[in-house]
């Protein structure tokens, strides 16, 4: 099947700095793609579309400043997270639609731990 | 209202059993039904996947719709100990593949 790659899979920084995750289509195209934000024991969370070409579009509640995206190419989609802080310590997983109707492929996620 | 809600468990099985998963949804326009497993730090994998109502059977795993109760299934058979792993019904509510995701039932198998 599609391969949703992510890196780095685990990243720790400090509050104030800003961090970048990159979500790769390893062997198919993607125009759009998601990024989903996940809580211990808890559902994912839809972010943003991230859309090749053009902005992204946010969920509401989620601070566009905040969580910067951008689909560079038809294989690699980034999320920034600006100035992060510990409560935007999570799992963050991206994922792009998939060959069957509405189905998504999903990366393995990225751990992020702001101390 | 939660367009889809799921039991989040935790839910503990001996080796063997049969493991029954179900969600509920509100929205009676929903056609597409799935299941993701989900392991432990790691991205959800798309299990099982189904259109309108009915069951869909793949190995040790079925999946049935009943679109008159809203209410979806996954049934599990023989379950093993590496069939332990978080399970999330997800239904598509638009159509730029949005996913609408049950909050996850974590199941342990024990050996």
């Known amino acids: 099947g599609a391969v949703v790659s992510q890196h780095p899979s685990r990243v720790i920084c400090k509050s104030g700095t800003s961090v970048k995750i990159e979500c790769r289509s390893l062997?198919?195209?993607?125009?759009?793609m998601f990024w989903y934000r996940q809580f211990p024991k808890k559902s994912l969370m839809l972010m943003a579309t991230?859309?090749?070409?053009?902005?992204?579009?946010?969920e509401q509640g989620v601070e566009k400043d905040k969580f910067l995206i951008n689909h560079a190419s038809l294989t690699l989609s980034t999320l920034t997270v600006t100035s992060a802080h510990p409560e935007d310590s999570s799992f963050y997983i991206c994922?792009?639609?998939?060959?069957?109707?509405?189905?998504?492929?999903f990366g393995p996620g990225t751990r992020l731990t702001v101390l | 209202q939660k367009e889809v809600e799921q039991d989040p468990g935790p839910l503990s099985v001996p080796e063997g059993a049969i493991v029954s998963l179900n969600c509920t949804y509100s929205?009676?326009?929903?056609?597409?039904f799935m299941w993701y497993r989900q392991y432990s730090r790691k991205g959800p994998e798309l299990l099982m996947y189904?259109?309108?109502?009915g069951n869909k059977e793949d190995g040790r795993f079925t999946a049935q719709v009943d679109k008159s109760s809203k209410y979806i299934s996954l049934f599990i058979r023989d379950s093993q100990p590496s069939d332990s792993a978080t399970y999330l019904c997800?239904?598509?509510?638009?159509?730029?593949?949005?996913?609408?995701f049950g909050a996850g039932t974590t199941v342990t198998v024990r050996a």
């Open positions: 929205n009676s326009a929903f056609q597409y």
């Open positions: 991230s859309n090749e070409g053009s902005k992204a579009t946010y």
């Open positions: 994922s792009a639609p998939g060959t069957v109707s509405f189905t998504q492929y």
């Open positions: 997800a239904i598509p509510y638009s159509n730029d593949y949005k996913l609408s």
């Open positions: 189904t259109y309108s109502s």
């Open positions: 062997d198919f195209q993607a125009t759009t």
